[in-house]
């Protein structure tokens, strides 16, 4: 029982058991082994569990059914969905730059698959606890631009690179209001490890006691992190009436999937930041001084609550993007610099204004 | 294949001009209209519709079918408003023969009409939505052009393209169950109808796309010869039922609707509006339907006198003209159909060169263009 | 204007034409004189023509007319002018692209159909079919591959 | 100070018009009985179609292997696109011993169809009607050509 409240346990089991069998070397070669095939397992069913979750709830807010058919209740459909991209040929154009144009794929995956790293998914469990957690996510993710450029580039098609170009300006600029409504956290926990961070919320998540920065920084970060993610009501660089499919015009199969596993992923990312430094990561939910409730919640293991606030976020990001139109690409950069930038900034200092008079809670 | 004139346009263009071919097959263009448009970066410097992907000749073929045939070809140029297309041709041949249809046939071809005209912007509102990258509105707008669709799927046999006009009236009475299917699908409509203004007219995404985009002068609409929405956004009043009214319009109490603006956001308004007007104008006549035959009397071969005949319609998307030349035969000596979209079409270059990418899906889905009533 | 005014008012520009009245008036008039009198029906405030609802193109085996539907938006009266032409083989009329902005696509489409060349038209191209094919709507096309006869 | 106020104002406003978007989604989100969609394949034992339903052409026949048809070609005279063509060929008649010219095979091209019902109208003998199957696919065009008359039908007594 007490492995489920607590990774530790488990993850020191295995380093012992490993220990005693071979080198300290090898031991850290195979643990990063099996880190490595978790992760990809990981990847490979929150893809399938995001298509899934996108078909219905749209479907839902659309007063449709959705998938139904493969499996009970279309369970099964996104599985049927990647073998048949399996199957399907990879067609290469012609004209396009081959050894880039098959690259693109493998680096936005990559890419995403990196940015795993240092998530606190329960207590205990995590892959690789940076004390620059923060930092080194923000960083990793905006590599995946390049890739789309390089995709959006090699394919040469003019769609796709205009997709590319307007997906560049977009990551760029959200870049910047995500990165500073990230800071509001980092000044109120006094830490960018992402563990510290949670460890910070064990009397009450980040934006119950923030005051309202929090919020406006929750609802910037939200804002910030559909736009990174290339997602609807921000999806220029797909941009389906538009340019017909945008940076991934020209892929096909199992590239194509790639591109469509990425982008699921790294909205799981994005949300499990947004969960971990907003609402309190793997911590329950907790009231000053009810213990009662308190204690009951306590019962609920972490992972649950995790992956619980993490599915929150997601729905609400597919909520938005099964609701509104898209914005114009000038409107888009307008929203960035006139009006979530400013704020964040101004809502930077009123966070370091309320961390050094110590209002917070 | 690509024409003489294609090759050395392209090789004209400058180094730095980015052309891009925005069609046929494209996801905005709602059908096989092909745009070639020259980009500045995001901002559309150039347009030129390439027409006649989906060119059948409707005119030709015409030429070559008896007076009673040739009508239901009409229902594949505008599909949306076929009601209205065959409603047109009837006319004409009812011009021509001299013919009083009964009281009966005009209310149900103008009950028929106008719910065609409620299936089609509802069907318009739909794609906007889905131009504009919202999926919802998609499925609002389908769920209650889908009651009528049943309506007409009970009445006329058939759900989009209904063949319901013959030379003389309709060509069957209505279904027992037809008042009462319409009064259940207004009730509903009138129900649902804030949710597409709860959904996309309030949403300040959609207002900052639509609204000052696509300006076109009331002068220009003029001279573009645009009608229908498109023109009555831009305040000029061109609804042929208040000009010629036809088929016991001028009996009907209903208000032409005008918006100034003459941007994206007033042609939407302008459909929004006339959704309500039509709603208005089945109202009145859904229980007034009178009695007696549906149908005149007619000969089994027509034959018009020598001459030329003119009708004139207001479908969803505007003005739709029937010139008929006949030279006394059974068959037309000449159709031309006067189509409102191939009109709009040529004011696409005016309202969208200047705005980004964006703003030409925004002023292609304003329009309304059916592209088989293009190219027909 | 009446249909007799606008008959007088007509006249008194182009003596030279031929009136005929069905459910418009039909004013027919020989294809070199077509664009002064529009122009003149299009400026005149009198007459004040400014919407052309439609251009098409007829073939009378022996002449060609091109049909001009006016109609005026102040005034509501209606004309129709047709511009005869009657060599086949290389049949021209002045453009009215400039009166009408409207005429540019109609006109392509007349051309298309029935080869009559708008002079000055600022960008006289095939509209649906490609330059090799003939003039389908001319009632002297023939066609045995694509029409089949029932 | 105006310019601010004017500022904040537009964020609320914002913020507010796409909420009320937002309600309508979640309000269908959580309705989910109000589905509107159709189960296509499986409700095909309880789809109901209007009874004027245009499906495709047919000819009924009664018990004794009988239609109505008398091939006056009204039929293939109203149809708009030449869909459907009568091939005739000479019977004697039981009675009266006299040759007479009678339908051979009423060939109606399905993949021509525009289903405009002027066929049905012109039937002088109501031969002729509108079924309601409308599942047409075929992997083979070539069985889109239909003979409406089954082999060995006569025409119904007392149809002329």
Not at chain 4, 142 to 155: F, M
Request: hydrophobic share 45%.
């Amino acid at each position: 029982m007490k492995y489920i409240y607590d990774f530790s346990f488990l993850t020191s089991k295995i380093h012992n058991w490993f220990l005693a069998h071979c080198s300290s070397g090898w031991t850290i070669l195979w643990e990063m082994v099996i880190v490595g095939l978790c992760a990809i397992t990981l990847f490979v069913v929150l893809g399938l569990i995001f298509v899934y979750m996108e078909r219905k709830v749209a479907a839902f807010m659309q007063f449709r059914l959705g998938p139904n058919r493969v499996g009970p209740k279309g369970t099964l459909q996104a599985v049927a969905d990647t073998v048949k991209l399996l199957m399907k040929e990879g067609f290469t154009p012609q004209a396009a730059d081959m050894f880039l144009f098959n690259l693109a794929p493998f680096i936005v995956l990559s890419v995403s698959m990196l940015a795993l790293a240092p998530l606190p998914f329960a207590k205990g469990l995590q892959i690789y606890d940076i004390n620059i957690g923060v930092f080194y996510i923000s960083a990793v993710s905006s590599i995946s631009v390049i890739g789309i450029l390089i995709a959006g580039w090699a394919s040469n098609n003019k769609y796709s690179l205009l997709g590319a170009m307007r997906s560049g300006a977009q990551i760029v600029s959200y870049e910047l209001s995500a990165g500073l409504s990230v800071i509001a956290i980092v000044a109120f926990a006094g830490s960018m490890s992402l563990s510290d961070i949670v460890e910070s919320q064990r009397t009450g998540w980040w934006i119950f006691k923030g005051h309202i920065p929090a919020v406006i920084a929750f609802v910037i970060f939200i804002i910030a992190g559909t736009a990174e993610l290339n997602r609807a009501p921000f999806d220029m660089a797909e941009a389906e009436s538009e340019l017909t499919g945008g940076f991934h015009t020209e892929y096909t199969g199992m590239r194509f999937a790639m591109f469509f596993l990425a982008e699921y992923v790294n909205m799981f990312v994005v949300c499990a930041i947004g969960a971990t430094l907003f609402l309190g990561g793997w911590m329950p939910l907790h009231f000053g001084n009810l213990s009662g409730f308190n204690h009951i919640m306590d019962y609920v293991p972490p992972f649950v609550w995790f992956f619980g606030k993490t599915f929150f976020l997601v729905w609400v990001i597919m909520w938005f993007r099964w609701t509104f139109p898209r914005l114009r690409i000038d409107q888009l950069l307008t929203l960035e610099w006139k009006y979530l930038m400013p704020i964040s900034l101004v809502n930077m200092i009123i966070v370091a204004f309320v961390v050094i008079m110590k209002w917070h809670f | 294949m690509i024409d003489k004139e294609e090759i050395e346009d392209l090789t004209q263009a400058h180094e730095e001009d980015f052309i891009l071919n925005v069609g046929p097959q494209h996801p905005s263009t709602h059908g096989v209209l092909r745009l070639k448009i020259k980009l500045q970066g995001e901002t559309v410097t150039h347009i030129e519709p390439h027409l006649g992907y989906i060119h059948r000749s409707i005119e030709k073929m015409c030429e070559a079918s008896s007076y009673r045939n040739f009508i239901y070809l009409t229902s594949r140029m505008d599909y949306l408003s076929a009601h209205m297309n065959n409603q047109a041709c009837a006319m004409v041949v009812e011009k021509g023969l001299q013919l009083e249809i009964p009281k009966r046939a005009k209310v149900i071809r103008i009950l028929m009409s106008e719910l065609t005209r409620l299936a089609s912007h509802q069907l318009w509102w739909a794609c906007t939505g889905l131009d504009l990258g919202a999926t919802t509105p998609f499925f609002v707008g389908f769920r209650d052009r889908e009651v009528i669709l049943d309506i007409f799927d009970e009445t006329c046999g058939s759900r989009l393209t209904m063949d319901y006009n013959v030379p003389g009236g309709i060509m069957f009475d209505i279904h027992p169950n037809f008042q009462k299917n319409v009064h259940a699908f207004l009730k509903g409509f009138k129900k649902n109808l804030p949710e597409y203004h709860q959904l996309l007219t309030g949403n300040v995404i959609f207002q900052n796309r639509t609204k000052g985009v696509g300006y076109l002068s009331p002068e220009d609409t003029i001279s573009f010869g645009c009608s229908g929405p498109t023109a009555r956004g831009s305040g000029v009043s061109c609804d042929i039922r208040k000009w010629q009214p036809y088929d016991g319009y001028e009996d009907v109490q209903f208000n032409e609707v005008l918006e100034t603006a003459g941007d994206c956001y007033a042609r939407y308004l302008v459909r929004m509006r006339e959704m309500e007007e039509s709603v208005k104008i089945i109202e009145q006549l859904i229980d007034n339907i009178p009695e007696g035959d549906f149908q005149a009397k007619t000969k089994a071969v027509l034959k018009l006198p020598k001459g030329e005949f003119y009708s004139r319609v207001e479908t969803a998307r505007g003005e739709l003209g029937v010139y008929l030349v006949s030279d006394g035969t059974s068959k037309p000596y000449r159709m031309k159909f006067r189509s409102p979209n191939f009109s709009n079409l040529s004011a696409l270059r005016e309202i969208a060169v200047g705005g980004k990418i964006g703003d030409l899906v925004a002023n292609m889905a304003m329009l309304d263009l059916v592209i088989p009533d293009i190219d027909r | 204007m009446t249909n007799e005014e606008l008959k007088i008012f007509i006249s008194a520009h182009t003596p030279e034409v031929v009136f005929e009245e069905s459910q418009f008036l039909n004013t027919t008039i020989s294809f070199d004189k077509l664009y002064s009198l529009a122009k003149h029906l299009r400026t005149n405030p009198d007459a004040d023509f400014d919407y052309l609802f439609c251009l098409s193109g007829v073939d009378w085996k022996d002449h060609m007319l091109v049909v001009y539907h006016l109609t005026s938006r102040k005034h509501k009266h209606n004309v129709v002018l047709k511009a005869k032409i009657t060599d086949r083989v290389n049949p021209e009329v002045h453009t009215v692209c400039d009166i009408w902005k409207t005429a540019e696509l109609h006109e392509r489409e007349v051309y298309d159909l029935f080869g009559i060349k708008f002079t000055e038209h600022p960008d006289l191209r095939r509209l649906f079919l490609d330059d090799t094919w003939g003039f389908p709507l001319r009632k002297d096309y023939k066609d045995d591959v694509t029409i089949v006869q029932l | 100070m105006k310019f601010l106020i004017e500022y904040i104002g537009t964020i609320f406003k914002s913020l507010g018009s796409l909420w009320n978007g937002m309600r309508l989604t979640l309000y269908y989100f959580f309705h989910p009985k109000e589905i509107h969609t159709q189960q296509y394949p499986d409700n095909r034992d309880t789809l109901t179609l209007g009874e004027r339903f245009r499906g495709e052409v047919v000819m009924p026949h009664d018990e004794n292997n009988e239609h109505k048809c008398t091939g006056c070609t009204s039929c293939e005279l109203a149809c708009p696109n030449g869909t459907i063509k009568i091939l005739y060929k000479n019977v004697v008649d039981e009675t009266t011993g006299k040759k007479k010219k009678a339908i051979d095979e009423f060939v109606y091209h399905l993949g021509m169809c525009t289903f405009c019902n002027l066929c049905i109208i012109a039937c002088p003998t109501d031969a002729i009607k509108m079924s309601h199957d409308f599942e047409h696919s075929t992997f083979d065009r070539k069985s889109l050509t239909k003979i409406l008359n089954k082999p060995g039908s006569k025409l119904m007594k007392g149809v002329e």
